[in-house]
């Protein structure tokens, strides 16, 4: 069982209360693997986003020592946002510098920080994990806009049929030329996460999953849970308690 959220702030109070809830659900059946996908932060970067960055993987750092059974059994993967600390707007995006994860990696051994994209093997599944408001410039370069509005199915039919993750020019998105190939979807995997602030979706074109989890705070905390073995996707939501 994989379990995907999208736009940890680890600097919200309350996106940090509802990760203690997520977290004393699965204890008893600890997941394969959590990603989390950025923002980590609710602020744009800035001078002293770092600092806040450092003490909020801290305070994740505490959380997690809460669960012993999630840091023995599951891989917690983190993948930056367009906010995190990186090398401007430009992609693919590197993994968040060491000097800020070092003690989450020391205290939480399982915990992995990767590029954006990266690549998720699973015994014979491939997963794609991409962390980009790609939704929103599309639509806003796209040639004619459907005229049906079914905007996931779109989506998913371009970035299948295109072979790539971020079909669009040059000057809308960069991307590092000689890292282009990182963001090719040829071959196809068995699934694609595009970490959108879009509402969640799933779409299966030609043996592929496209799937957003959609934003965990602007979604009423709704997150994404895949099922290797039946490849199954569930939206899943952490309700309010009163």
């Avoid at 059946?29 to 806040?52: A, E, I, M």
């Avoid at 979604?219 to 009163?242: A, G, H, R």
Wanted: aromatic share 10%; glycine share 4%; charged share 20%.
């Amino acid at each position: 069982m994989f379990v995907f959220v999208s736009d940890v702030w680890l600097d919200n109070l309350k996106v940090m209360q509802k990760l203690r809830i997520l977290f004393n659900g699965y204890s008893e059946l600890p997941p394969t693997c959590f990603v989390f996908c950025g923002n980590f932060t609710s602020q744009p970067y800035g001078l002293h986003h770092s600092k806040t960055l450092k003490e909020s993987l801290h305070n994740l750092a505490e959380i997690l020592s809460e669960f012993p059974s999630l840091v023995e059994k599951s891989r917690l993967v983190f993948v930056p946002g367009p906010q995190d600390p990186g090398l401007g707007q430009i992609l693919p995006r590197p993994p968040i510098p060491e000097c800020l994860t070092e003690e989450l990696r020391q205290r939480v051994p399982s915990a992995v920080f990767t590029s954006n994209p990266c690549r998720i093997q699973y015994c014979t599944q491939e997963i794609i994990v991409f962390r980009e408001d790609i939704i929103m410039k599309m639509s806003r370069n796209c040639v004619q806009y459907p005229s049906d509005n079914d905007i996931p199915n779109h989506f998913a039919k371009t970035v299948i049929c295109q072979g790539h993750l971020c079909p669009l020019p040059l000057h809308v998105e960069p991307i590092y030329w000689g890292c282009d190939h990182s963001l090719r979807t040829y071959p196809l995997p068995d699934l694609i996460v595009c970490a959108d602030k879009h509402d969640p979706f799933s779409v299966t074109q030609m043996d592929c999953t496209v799937t957003n989890p959609g934003s965990f705070p602007r979604s009423n905390f709704s997150f994404m849970v895949y099922w290797p073995v039946t490849k199954q996707l569930e939206v899943s939501q952490i309700q309010n308690q009163e």
